[in-house]
C-alpha cells in the first residue's frame, strides 16, 4: 500500500513510502518558489511509476500552498512536461 507524500523539512525532501522503501524529491523554498534538484527512486523501484506518483503528490502540495515549481532535475522537468494539467505551477 502507498502512503501520501510527506514534507520532510528536516532532511528538505518530499517523500513517499513504497511498502518500506522511501522515493524521495529533494526541494528548496525560495520566494512563492518550490525548486526540486533531484529525485530519487530506489533501484527496486525504478519503472513501477512510483517516482511519478511522488511528483503528483509534489504537484498537490505545491498547488496547496500556492506555489510555483521550478523543476531543475532532468526527470522532474521531463514529468512536468508530459503532465500538461500542471503546467499552471511551472515558474
Known amino acids: 500500500m502507498t ?17 518500506g522503501r522511501i522515493v524521495f524529491a529533494t526541494y528548496r ?6 525548486y526540486i534538484p533531484y529525485v530519487e527512486a ?11 506518483r511522488l511528483m503528483h503528490g509534489v504537484m498537490d502540495i505545491a498547488r496547496a500552498e500556492k506555489l510555483k515549481v521550478v523543476p531543475v532535475c ?3 522537468s521531463l514529468w512536468m512536461r508530459r503532465h500538461r494539467e500542471h503546467h499552471d505551477l511551472l515558474g
Open 3 to 19: 502512503a501520501p507524500v510527506k514534507d520532510n523539512p528536516a532532511l528538505g525532501r518530499f517523500e513517499l513510502d513504497v511498502d
Open 42 to 52: 530506489p533501484p527496486s523501484l525504478r519503472g513501477t511509476g512510483a517516482a511519478g
Open 74 to 76: 532532468g526527470y522532474a
Open 29 to 34: 523554498r525560495q520566494g512563492g518558489a518550490l
